[in-house]
């Protein structure tokens, strides 16, 4: 369960960045969604798929098995994550440091064991986004 929590904006970041690419950035538009950033991402794909046909590695894509875009996400973002404490905040990996998720995110009432973090915001108390 807390994949797919965990993971739901990332893959709705995902599928506008796919939408983007087949469709242009017309489609892909929203407030939260720059076009530089999406034209970004492609430019950063299209690189990767000629570093891996350059070293004979062929390309194989499922955008439905979820199993490799969460070991993705956690990989790379692994500095970034933060395990439960008994007394319901996280401890950071990488700097360790208390922090607790933000009351307003869908998982403040689920607190799953580990969390993958986009970035730390400093308020009265610190929050995770």
Same mark, same amino acid.
């Given at each position: 369960m807390w994949g797919t929590i965990l993971l739901f904006s990332r893959? +709705? +970041?995902l599928g506008r960045k796919l939408i983007f690419r087949h469709n242009g950035p017309c489609y892909a538009w929203s407030p939260l969604y720059q076009v530089r950033s999406m034209k970004r991402a492609r430019d950063v794909r299209d690189q990767l798929e000629g570093l891996l046909e350059r070293v004979e590695i062929e390309l194989s894509s499922n955008? !439905? $098995?979820? $199993?490799?875009? &969460? &070991?993705s996400i956690t990989s790379g973002f692994f500095p970034h994550s933060a395990r439960l404490q008994k007394n319901g905040? *996280? #401890? /950071?990996?990488k700097h360790?440091? /208390?922090? !607790?998720?933000h009351p307003s995110s869908g998982l403040s009432q689920v607190l799953p #064991?580990?969390? +993958? *973090?986009?970035? %730390?915001? %400093? /308020? /009265?108390k610190? %929050? #995770? !986004?």
């Open positions: 893959c +709705i +970041i955008p !439905n $098995d979820l $199993d490799v875009i &969460k &070991k905040s *996280y #401890r /950071t990996v360790p440091q /208390t922090v !607790n998720i #064991r580990w969390v +993958i *973090y986009h970035e %730390l915001v %400093l /308020t /009265t610190e %929050l #995770r !986004n």
